[in-house]
């Protein structure tokens, strides 16, 4: 079946500096990329939609100048968490749409945890 | 807010018996899925069922679909300790069927 990888898979860092967390799709292509945040015992919301070759959609209440999305290639898109503060302690989880594009076949990755100290 | 509503939260049973969760919605739909999540790990996509339709098996798993009520229910019957996990349904946007909108999720406790 369809594999999506991250990583890291955890990640602890100093408030301030940037955390790079990777999704990738490893044995399908993916126009398209979604990136969620789970906070603990909650569900996970949607940040925003990774588009291959053009600029990611963000949701509503998402800063796009805090969470910087690179979609480079059909296989790879990156989410960039700047300065990041205790608050965007978080479980940060992708999903690769595939080929169907229809939303049906989201593939997920397995998170990437984020402690900012 | 979209995101849809689930009952119960938790749910704490013994291996053997059967588990019910509920999942409410708020817009029309092209479909609903429901996945799985072990604590701290990433989702495992269980079932899929679309809006024409009303009931659908998969091994221990039943989930039905309401539209006229917006809501589903999953049924695992005969559970396992391994089943403990949380349970999220989700279902198309209706602005834009390509995203998935999350309900609040049931943490399901099966014991030995």
């Known amino acids: 079946g369809a594999v999506v990888s991250q990583h890291p898979s955890w990640v602890i860092c100093k408030s301030g500096t940037s955390v790079k967390i990777e999704c990738r799709s490893l044995?399908?292509?993916?126009?398209?990329m979604f990136w969620y945040r789970q906070f603990p015992k909650q569900s996970l919301m949607l940040m925003a939609t990774?588009?291959?070759?053009?600029?990611?959609?963000?949701e509503q209440g998402v800063e796009k100048d805090k969470f910087l999305i690179n979609h480079a290639s059909l296989t790879l898109s990156t989410l960039t968490v700047t300065s990041a503060h205790p608050e965007d302690s978080s479980f940060y989880i992708c999903?690769?749409?595939?080929?169907?594009?229809?939303?049906?076949?989201?593939?997920f990755g397995p998170g990437t945890r984020l402690l900012v100290l | 807010s979209q995101q849809g509503e689930e009952d119960p939260q938790a749910l704490s049973i013994q291996e053997g018996e059967n588990a019910t969760m509920n999942c409410s919605y708020k817009?029309?739909?092209?479909?609903l899925q429901w996945y799985r999540q072990n604590s701290g790990r990433g989702l495992v996509h269980l079932i899929l069922?679309?809006?024409?339709?009303r009931e659908k098996h998969s091994g221990r798993l039943r989930v039905t679909l309401d539209t006229s009520k917006k809501s589903s229910s999953l049924l695992i019957t005969a559970s396992r300790a391994a089943d403990t996990a949380s349970y999220f349904c989700?279902?198309?946007?209706?602005?834009?069927?390509?995203?998935?909108?999350f309900g609040t999720g049931t943490r399901l406790q099966v014991f030995p």
């Open positions: 069922i679309r809006s024409n339709e």
């Open positions: 990774s588009n291959e070759g053009s600029k990611a959609t963000y």
């Open positions: 044995d399908f292509q993916a126009t398209t």
């Open positions: 989700a279902t198309d946007a209706s602005y834009n069927t390509d995203k998935l909108i």
């Open positions: 817009t029309s739909i092209n479909n």
């Open positions: 999903s690769a749409d595939g080929t169907s594009g229809s939303g049906e076949t989201q593939y």
